[in-house]
């Protein structure tokens, strides 16, 4: 499998010489199958460089799968710039949670309604389908996909993605679950104690490459409790517990720019390395693509 970033900022596009480095592009990321299937995750304003890209490569029909991990703006708001979407042919199959009165298309035909974009989604002639998730197990092209409900306002999942022997965990937006007492010997060493944050680490485990929300500071944490992001150092006893492969620092802030992000994954490495982990950690950037 091959893991591309096309998106990796949090919250809103934040172009400029300040964010180049990493990118200003919101969520999203291309997962290449080993039978050359093709899953997405999350429909950012990175999925309109990847629908661009996809345009050059010539292949026909374009067929994706779509997982978002919840449909908050920074989730979707590429969708109604999908040049492939409007390529009669191709076809989508769109992925995710739903709120309790909303279902999952309404939500994403609401976002192109003519008060806030001038076309609507049914005039996109690809064909577009959609499925509801809920926690579980299923099958996209041979891979085996799982999911996990995380810590988020409103309702998002995780998606780990296996294929042979190879596993991708994509957690975007998820915040540590509440800090509890325990003497429970999986917890040693960490700050982040609670059964729901034990159920993050069994489902990353030992993957290949761990994708994870890592938008604050510990002391930026403080003041954003609720809002359903995760400080640098619950990332790390993540990815430390997990014995994850690699970890891909993910979901900046559109306040950081390129040197704070830096600082961020220096600082995951150093608790990284007080714990002896071999975790490969980096900051995600739009662009990179890694072999898994
Ligand atoms: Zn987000
Ligand atoms: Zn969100």
Redesign the pocket.
């Known amino acids: 499998m091959k893991y591309k970033f096309w998106g990796v900022r949090?919250?809103i596009p934040t172009p400029g010489p300040e964010t180049v480095g990493y990118g200003g592009n919101t969520?999203c990321g291309e997962l290449t199958l080993d039978d050359g299937g093709m899953i997405i995750f999350d429909a950012g304003s990175g999925i309109r460089v990847l629908g661009n890209d996809l345009m050059k490569r010539g292949k026909k029909p374009v067929e994706a799968v779509i997982l978002l991990s919840h449909t908050?703006w920074?989730?979707i708001q590429g969708f109604p710039f999908f040049v492939p979407a409007f390529i009669p042919g191709n076809k989508f199959v769109i992925c995710g949670c739903e709120e309790a009165d909303v279902k999952l298309d309404q939500i994403i035909k609401d976002q192109m309604k003519s008060a806030y974009f001038p076309i609507e989604l049914s005039d996109m002639p690809a064909s577009i389908g959609f499925k509801r998730l809920y926690e579980g197990k299923f099958k996209i092209s041979g891979a085996r996909v799982d999911t996990l409900y995380l810590n988020h306002p409103g309702f998002a999942l995780g998606y780990r993605v296996e294929s042979g022997s190879k596993s991708v965990v994509y957690i975007?937006?998820n915040e540590p679950y509440p800090i509890q007492e325990s003497t429970q010997p999986e917890f040693e060493g960490m700050t982040y104690k609670g059964s729901n944050n034990y159920r993050v680490i069994q489902f990353s485990k030992g993957t290949d490459l761990l994708v994870h929300d890592c938008q604050y500071t510990p002391d930026e944490y403080k003041t954003k409790v609720g809002w359903g992001h995760s400080p640098y150092d619950y990332v790390a006893e993540i990815a430390w517990k997990a014995e994850v492969k690699r970890l891909a620092i993910y979901?900046h802030d559109p306040g950081h720019d390129d040197a704070f992000v830096d600082g961020i994954v220096e600082k995951v490495k150093a608790l990284l390395k007080e714990k002896g982990s071999s975790v490969e950690v980096f900051g995600a950037r739009e662009g990179t693509e890694l072999e898994l």
């Open positions: 949090g919250s969520s908050h920074d989730h975007s937006d979901h």
